[in-house]
């Protein structure tokens, strides 16, 4: 864990999610690998992250893409070799480019020869390193748990003659954390990567990893997360992290999906010494309708502006939050929460100054910095994601019309954020040179891709260049500003589509303002004085040019035209303000001290 006076690399510095199979190929069979992040090292480089974060890599039958690992300590050859792994470590050392690897360590793949021997032989080294019962007493499975993937979370194992527990698909036994030895074998994997020159590691679900005594029946409308005990899923991670104490930098992110508040609190403030940070997931349900994640409805900016200020609430202090607003789990950001259709250039860069401006980490999903967007995904054939498909087949069987069910779960499914990056126009929109992409690419990768947007410059409108250069820009003005690293975080507006906060501390301010929609909104008096007071070169960030001087002379009259402020849609910017002036629209907004 870092010394507080000093400011980690992981508070400085944004990280980059890359999901490997999608990211770039370089032996043509169409998915993506080590060598192809190699080469692409240098455009993380020049976008100005500090950390990449790969999805697995290791040793997999793809069941769930690779979150369902065979083996721990061998990279899978879909993605290369371990040399190459060595190779990769290195190279991204030289620029500069911490390495983050995915350990999905709450379930292994059935495959993993622990489950085989756990299974063949019970009384065995490996016979408790997975969650094995007997049936209960009416022969089913012993509780009414289900999957995250849809079906009972239970498996009936006729070799062993006992159930055994997968929270997520049966290929995904969950490991027995209560078991000393899987713990143990567990930090020696870690040790393993580290000693090979890995900075730290993504950890997957990892507040699941032990559940409640005696595995009770959930109540009726039970959360799959209602199961666990925290307190013990706190001492694992701190066993863990104390497991490893020749690497004191380690830096540990944790995937916490409905994570009790207290909890998130907890196991990341520094004095307790487990996590670093926590994935939270409230923000990226906002959309959820009353059948949950395949019931979407619209999302709206208050709600996610209000559930991403308590998030910055729970981890304020001691605490520190992470910023991801899409995954390779979700759907696409500016299809999601922008407006991909009329403002899709704009409306990713409101976002991304809006969001990543906030206190905590930055992790942008590889793509969203040119704006990615959802696929079409018009058959159920598209829909290859299990936890996808299962979830559209689910709701054919509960009686959804299959064009209903299409139709909803196509809008959240995990394909959405898993088709390849695109880098170029050319065929196969530069991901594989002469190979099938083991996904098609969206179809407007001829327009929306890396390098269409490399020849722009910050300054240029991102309506028309696409964001890239204003990802760019964001990310070092955020790097550059200590407040913008080390502020705290002081909501003004978040119940309008026009939001607003400060970041100060003890010597300047930042104001954010942003429209987060697709209409001209009426700004507040107290924030139209303080954008028209600001000098220029306080003006640190803008989507649009915001203020009649800089919009030159046609819009200086319709600006001063208006009755009232209005901000253009997807306007936003952050400019510097005195303390003293943060003060007074604190006041403003009644939220002084
Ligand atoms: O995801 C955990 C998880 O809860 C997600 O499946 C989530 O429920 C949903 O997909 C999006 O809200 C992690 C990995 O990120 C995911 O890719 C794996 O499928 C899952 O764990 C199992 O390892
Ligand atoms: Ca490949």
């Excluded at 997999?60 to 690779?66: A, L, R, Y």
């Excluded at 402020?565 to 907004?589: N, S, T």
Aim: with cysteine; net charge negative.
């Amino acid at each position: 864990m870092q010394d507080s006076t000093v400011v980690p690399w992981w508070k400085e510095s944004a990280i980059y999610h890359i999901y490997p199979r999608s990211f770039q190929d370089t032996n043509g069979d169409g998915v993506g690998d080590l060598p192809g992040i190699i080469r692409r090292l240098p455009y993380l480089r020049d976008l100005g992250v500090g950390a990449l974060w790969m999805g697995p890599v290791f040793r997999s039958p793809q069941v769930d893409n690779g979150y369902d690992v065979s083996d721990y300590r061998d990279i899978d050859p879909l993605f290369g070799t371990p040399t190459d792994m060595d190779r990769l470590i290195a190279h991204a050392h030289d620029l500069g480019i911490r390495v983050l690897l995915d350990l999905v360590f709450n379930h292994s793949s059935n495959q993993h020869r622990w489950f085989q021997a756990s299974t063949t032989d019970p009384d065995g080294p490996y016979g408790s390193y997975y969650i094995w019962r007997d049936p209960a007493a009416d022969g089913g499975p012993p509780n009414n748990w289900r999957s995250f993937f849809g079906g009972p979370a239970w498996s009936w194992e006729s070799t062993r003659g006992q159930y055994y527990l997968h929270l997520f698909a049966p290929e995904q036994p969950d490991l027995n954390w209560e078991h000393p030895p899987v713990r143990a074998a567990l930090a020696d994997v870690a040790r393993f990567w580290l000693e090979r020159g890995v900075d730290g590691f993504r950890m997957d679900v990892i507040n699941m990893i032990s559940k409640r005594d005696g595995l009770p029946d959930l109540p009726p409308n039970g959360d799959l997360v209602d199961i666990i005990d925290e307190d013990r899923v706190l001492r694992y991670l701190q066993e863990f992290r104390a497991a490893l104490p020749e690497f004191p930098e380690l830096f540990l992110v944790g995937e916490t999906p409905h994570v009790s508040p207290d909890f998130a609190r907890r196991v990341t403030a520094r004095e307790t010494a487990a996590l670093d940070m926590v994935l939270l997931f409230d923000h990226v349900e906002v959309d959820n309708g009353p059948g949950g994640r395949w019931d979407p409805v619209a999302p709206d900016p208050p709600r996610l502006a209000g559930t991403v200020a308590a998030q910055q609430q729970i981890l304020a202090g001691s605490s520190w939050p992470s910023l991801y607003l899409g995954n390779h789990d979700q759907p696409r950001a500016v299809s999601r929460f922008g407006d991909a259709r009329r403002f899709r250039g704009r409306s990713a860069a409101a976002l991304a100054l809006w969001f990543y401006l906030h206190r905590g980490t930055p992790i942008v999903y590889q793509g969203d910095e040119i704006a990615m967007a959802n696929v079409p995904l018009e058959r159920a054939a598209d829909i290859v994601d299990i936890e996808s498909a299962n979830a559209l087949q689910e709701l054919v069987a509960a009686g959804v019309a299959p064009d209903e069910a299409l139709a909803r779960v196509r809008r959240r499914a995990r394909d959405n954020g898993r088709t390849p990056m695109q880098w170029s126009a050319d065929g196969g929109a530069g991901f594989t040179d002469d190979g099938t992409p083991w996904y098609p690419p969206a179809p407007d990768y001829p327009d929306w891709n890396v390098a269409a947007q490399l020849s722009a410059t910050p300054s240029d409108d991102p309506q028309s260049t696409g964001p890239l250069p204003f990802y760019r820009r964001l990310l070092s003005v955020r790097k550059d500003r200590p407040v913008l690293v080390r502020g705290d975080f002081l909501p003004l507006i978040t119940d309008t589509a026009v939001q607003a906060y400060l970041r100060r501390d003890g010597a300047t301010a930042v104001l954010v303002i942003a429209n987060l929609s697709s209409t001209a909104t009426p700004l507040a008096p107290v924030l139209a004085e303080a954008l028209e007071r600001a000098p220029a070169e306080a003006i640190l960030l803008s989507t649009t040019p915001i203020r009649a001087a800089e919009a030159g002379p046609e819009a200086a009259m319709t600006q001063a035209a208006r009755p009232s402020r209005h901000l253009d849609p997807w306007a936003a910017c952050a400019l510097e303000v005195p303390l003293a002036d943060a003060d007074g629209i604190l006041q403003a907004f009644d939220g002084g001290e």
